[in-house]
């Protein structure tokens, strides 16, 4: 196990009716004036946004609004969330929502206080400064409710680019899971798909000597692979919600990652996939994850194996070991195509023939990127082929 320093500051507030709670956790983490920042659609109708507005001024916490942000968010709401704040004074960015709206509110917090474009932040700048953001939560899915991580798309290429930072991680996040029992079973598959994501950029690693992490990793798997097909099957199931909705947040705040090489090139691949064609996030893993499994399960085939043994609980073939590998990977394919997700370009909307500009969005160039294994881009254009003609 390498040597790390694991701070995960944020307070979670989880269960049914903590929404009410919202203002307290904002005035706690010194909110005076807030930009309640969501997508629109489900938030308003459902009734979340008028309990969030009664909570801000039972708090006696001022507000104003900011809809309209869309799956992939864009930079062109960042800015105007930005000017915005500043003409009003904001002092803490309230997200309402789900994954998108978490990030492009965390984009707007570091846009503030910064003099020059806040893109130059998702395009390596580091973060230095950012206002405080608090999360209440409607989607399990892409753990920023926990973590420092944003992602947003550049309109003028439909760049998709991402950032970190400590200044990122919300002060709380409120975090009920009845408020997903109203979601499509798509986008519940889609966030399902996600989680699982985020636990096998971290899972699959060269480093040795990892168990505990391996293990925490496994039940958060595991946990998955059992509760999705259930709330799919019904999505009144608060239980699972709430198993599904905490395993989201445990999958993304790194505790299953800390102190091993992590990979994370499925998510650069997928991210070119949904800024080119604007799909769900958790759709183009499901294409993509598998594609680059089966590319790079010889650099270490027993460690594809304990997946497949550990996780879908396929049977060790050690006269064999890389058959059991290809049925791991096979099994984790099957169980995306069950709970309604795509698994080759085809049923995801993607065109083989724009491979090579995949390809040239990633940007390898001439050189190698990723931590379990290295890509060039003769690498990434085989993946993305893989993945164009997947089958079960």
């Given at each position: 196990m390498e040597n790390?320093?694991?701070?995960s500051p944020t307070e979670f507030v989880f269960g049914k009716g903590r929404a009410a709670e919202t203002g307290i956790y904002v005035r706690k983490y010194g909110g005076t004036k807030v930009l309640m920042h969501y997508g629109g659609g489900s938030a308003v109708r459902s009734g979340l946004i008028d309990t969030v507005r009664k909570s801000l001024a039972y708090a006696g916490i001022a507000y104003c609004e900011l809809g309209g942000?869309?799956?992939?968010?864009?930079?062109?709401?960042?800015?105007?969330?930005?000017?915005?704040?500043?003409?009003?004074?904001?002092?803490?960015?309230?997200?309402?929502?789900?994954?998108?709206?978490?990030?492009?509110?965390?984009?707007?917090a570091l846009g503030v206080p910064y003099a020059g474009d806040f893109w130059d932040m998702y395009s390596g700048k580091p973060v230095e400064k950012a206002l405080p953001v608090g999360t209440v939560l409607t989607i399990a899915a892409a753990g920023s409710e926990g973590s420092g991580d944003s992602v947003i798309t550049k309109e003028d290429g439909m760049l998709k680019r991402g950032t970190g930072s400590e200044?990122?991680?919300?002060?709380?996040?409120?975090?009920?899971?009845?408020?997903?029992?109203?979601?499509?079973?798509?986008?519940?598959?889609?966030?399902?798909?996600?989680?699982m994501a985020h636990v096998f950029e971290r899972y699959f690693t060269n480093t040795k000597e990892v168990e505990i992490t391996d293990r925490l990793c496994e039940a958060v798997l595991l946990t998955?692979?059992?509760?999705?097909?259930?709330?799919?099957?019904?999505?009144?199931?608060y239980e699972a919600r709430a198993n599904i909705m905490w395993a989201g947040t445990v999958a993304h705040t790194n505790l299953?990652?800390?102190?091993?090489?992590?990979?994370?090139?499925?998510?650069?691949?997928?991210?070119?996939?949904?800024?080119?064609?604007?799909?769900?996030h958790g759709a183009g893993l499901a294409v993509i994850m598998p594609a680059w499994m089966e590319f790079v399960h010889n650099?270490?085939?027993?460690?594809?194996?304990?997946?497949?043994?550990?996780?879908?609980?396929?049977?060790?073939?050690?006269?064999?070991?890389?058959?059991?590998?290809?049925?791991?990977?096979?099994?984790?394919?099957?169980?995306?195509?069950?709970?309604?997700?795509?698994?080759?370009?085809?049923?995801?909307?993607?065109?083989?023939?724009?491979?090579?500009?995949?390809?040239?969005?990633?940007?390898?160039?001439?050189?190698?990127?990723?931590?379990?294994v290295k890509?060039?881009?003769a690498d990434v254009t085989e993946i993305y082929k893989i993945a164009a003609h997947a089958a079960l």
């Amino acid at each position: 196990m390498e040597n790390f320093n694991f701070y995960s500051p944020t307070e979670f507030v989880f269960g049914k009716g903590r929404a009410a709670e919202t203002g307290i956790y904002v005035r706690k983490y010194g909110g005076t004036k807030v930009l309640m920042h969501y997508g629109g659609g489900s938030a308003v109708r459902s009734g979340l946004i008028d309990t969030v507005r009664k909570s801000l001024a039972y708090a006696g916490i001022a507000y104003c609004e900011l809809g309209g942000v869309q799956p992939n968010p864009r930079d062109t709401l960042v800015y105007k969330g930005i000017e915005l704040c500043r003409n009003e004074g904001i002092d803490f960015i309230l997200a309402v929502g789900g994954g998108s709206v978490i990030d492009s509110s965390k984009a707007i917090a570091l846009g503030v206080p910064y003099a020059g474009d806040f893109w130059d932040m998702y395009s390596g700048k580091p973060v230095e400064k950012a206002l405080p953001v608090g999360t209440v939560l409607t989607i399990a899915a892409a753990g920023s409710e926990g973590s420092g991580d944003s992602v947003i798309t550049k309109e003028d290429g439909m760049l998709k680019r991402g950032t970190g930072s400590e200044h990122l991680r919300p002060k709380f996040s409120v975090m009920d899971p009845a408020l997903t029992q109203t979601l499509p079973a798509y986008q519940t598959a889609c966030g399902a798909t996600d989680i699982m994501a985020h636990v096998f950029e971290r899972y699959f690693t060269n480093t040795k000597e990892v168990e505990i992490t391996d293990r925490l990793c496994e039940a958060v798997l595991l946990t998955m692979v059992r509760e999705t097909p259930r709330v799919i099957a019904d999505p009144d199931n608060y239980e699972a919600r709430a198993n599904i909705m905490w395993a989201g947040t445990v999958a993304h705040t790194n505790l299953c990652g800390v102190g091993r090489e992590q990979d994370w090139n499925s998510h650069g691949l997928e991210h070119e996939l949904s800024g080119l064609y604007d799909v769900a996030h958790g759709a183009g893993l499901a294409v993509i994850m598998p594609a680059w499994m089966e590319f790079v399960h010889n650099h270490n085939v027993m460690r594809f194996c304990q997946m497949a043994t550990r996780v879908f609980g396929c049977q060790m073939n050690y006269e064999d070991p890389e058959a059991t590998a290809l049925e791991g990977i096979r099994c984790f394919r099957s169980f995306l195509k069950s709970i309604g997700m795509p698994i080759n370009f085809a049923e995801l909307g993607a065109k083989e023939e724009d491979i090579p500009t995949l390809v040239e969005k990633f940007g390898v160039g001439d050189g190698r990127t990723g931590g379990f294994v290295k890509l060039s881009a003769a690498d990434v254009t085989e993946i993305y082929k893989i993945a164009a003609h997947a089958a079960l």
